[in-house]
């Protein structure tokens, strides 16, 4: 079997002006919540990664009609013919993001049968804040191993509060209760720019979503959604992932539609290890120049507005040739430090409890064969390799490919050296290796 891997290495400073894809995380829930329309719909800016192409066929699947004009980021779904509640399971598999079907399923047909979404997810990745509220609202869900139907007569309105701001729950019972009569209240609501990425879409389909304080979405049901045009906001991740890779070979960039106010603390800590941040004047637009001799800064992650968890690998890179040391808590998910351990195959100085992970900066990393783990895991690796020393291997290239759009294509116009090899991996990596995976 042919092992597509990753090398990069190390590269000049990064140099010169990009654009965004649009947002990955917004994209999959906007296109799931078009199963609550009939009708042609056209979203703009859709950036062709693995899991946009793994939503487009759940659709399809379904019965949808789509055309992804993939050159021009545009992609048409027409919902009018959709007729099925039952996902295939080998999609459903694909990726976790599949369980945000649910929602709309239920709000169209009163029936949902899907298989349990990617990895483990009773279990470690639970959706039971999901499953839990769909039952609040009148939903009768039926659990039989790997598989998960859900039935009602009618979803009913109420105050449905979350213990955890989850931005899959959020959606996905936010999307159940456009079109549910009566007043719907979800308390302790996820309000990342993706979630109202997804409330602007729902209002331009005719939906009635008021987001009041404290962190509560209030939505008065209504009978039926229109079709709807829409541009996905750009993707503040891939922003972050752009900045790091600047900020760590010492180089200078503008990103020319980053929008600064998503992605708030996310500068503040660039801008304490000593990078200089512009902003555009518009709120548009986004030019970092790296120090030099860049401080190595502590950050804890948690739920928007603080340090975005998607974050956290690629910039625990940057504090690896940091001075100083740095405190990284993970709190968001218990088991996201998997990349420590491929950190510091690369000569990282990094010592891991529990959560945390206490990074002594060094003055240079190593290149190193590595595993990604996870798509941030992949993107945390990538950019240590274009500032270490010699050629950095890394194969679990699914991943990376899941979640961004040829990012390697464009920090390679702006300096990067890093290649895509369609060929046999080296033999040095066992098949155990291999084998761990993390569905994100
Ligand atoms: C989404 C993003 C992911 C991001 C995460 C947090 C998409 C496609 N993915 O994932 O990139 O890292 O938000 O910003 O948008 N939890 C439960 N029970 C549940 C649901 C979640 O215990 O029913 C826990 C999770 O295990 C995790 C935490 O809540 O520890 C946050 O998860 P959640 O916000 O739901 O993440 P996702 O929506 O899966």
Redesign the pocket.
């Known amino acids: 079997m042919v092992t597509p891997y990753i090398i990069v290495e190390q590269s000049q400073p990064l140099k010169g002006q990009v654009s965004l894809n649009g947002a990955k ?1 917004a994209v ?2 906007i296109i799931a919540s078009l199963i609550l329309t009939r009708g042609k719909s056209v979203l703009h800016n859709v950036p062709k990664s693995d899991d946009v192409l793994h939503m487009i066929s759940l659709l399809k699947s379904l019965g949808a009609s789509v055309f992804f004009f993939e050159e021009e980021h545009i992609l048409q779904v027409d919902t009018t013919q959709l007729s099925s509640w039952n996902v295939n399971a080998e999609v459903m598999k694909k990726m ?2 599949s369980i945000l079907v649910m929602g709309p399923l239920l709000a169209r047909f009163g029936k949902a049968d899907i298989a349990a979404p990617g990895g483990c997810v009773i279990g470690s ?6 499953l839990k509220n769909f039952k609040k609202m009148g939903a009768t869900v039926f659990e039989n191993g790997d598989y998960l139907s859900a039935v009602t007569t009618g979803l009913r309105a109420g105050r449905y509060v979350l213990e ?1 701001p ?4 959020t959606e996905n019972i936010l999307m159940s209760a456009v079109l549910t009569p009566g007043q719907t209240y979800i308390v302790n609501a ?1 309000l ?1 720019p ?1 979630v109202m990425d997804l409330i602007d879409v729902l209002r331009k389909m005719g939906a009635n979503i008021q987001v009041l304080a404290p962190a509560t979405l209030c939505i008065s049901g209504v009978s039926q959604l229109q079709s709807v045009e829409h541009t996905i906001i750009p993707d503040r991740l891939e922003a972050g992932s752009l900045l790091i890779a600047a900020a760590i070979t010492k180089g200078e960039i503008e990103i020319t539609n980053a929008i600064a106010e998503h992605m708030d603390v996310f500068l503040l800590k660039l801008e304490e290890m000593g990078h200089s941040i512009r902003l555009n004047a518009n709120g548009q637009g986004i030019y970092l120049k790296a120090s030099q001799n860049p401080r190595a800064v502590s950050f804890k992650t948690s ?1 928007y507005p603080g340090f ?3 974050l956290q690998a690629p910039m625990m890179a940057a504090q690896c040739i940091a001075e100083g040391i740095s405190v990284i808590e993970e709190t ?3 088991n996201r430090l998997v990349h420590v351990r491929e950190l510091q195959k690369m000569g990282a100085q990094i010592k891991q409890e529990g959560t945390k992970a206490i990074v002594t900066g060094v003055e240079h990393l190593y290149g190193a064969q590595v595993i990604a783990t996870d798509i941030r895991a992949s993107c945390s690796l990538v950019l240590a390799g274009l500032c270490a020393k010699g050629t950095t291997r890394m194969t679990g290239i699914h991943h990376w490919t899941r979640g961004y759009d040829h990012l390697e294509k464009k920090l390679g116009f702006l300096g990067g050296n890093i290649t895509i090899v369609n060929q046999e991996m080296p033999l040095s990596l066992t098949v155990n290796e291999l084998g761990r995976e993390n569905i ?1």
């Open positions: 995380n999959l829930v976790r993001a990745r639970p959706i039971d804040f999901h955890y989850s931005v899959g729950a996820a990342e993706e739920p975005p968890t998607d968001v998910f218990e994100l």
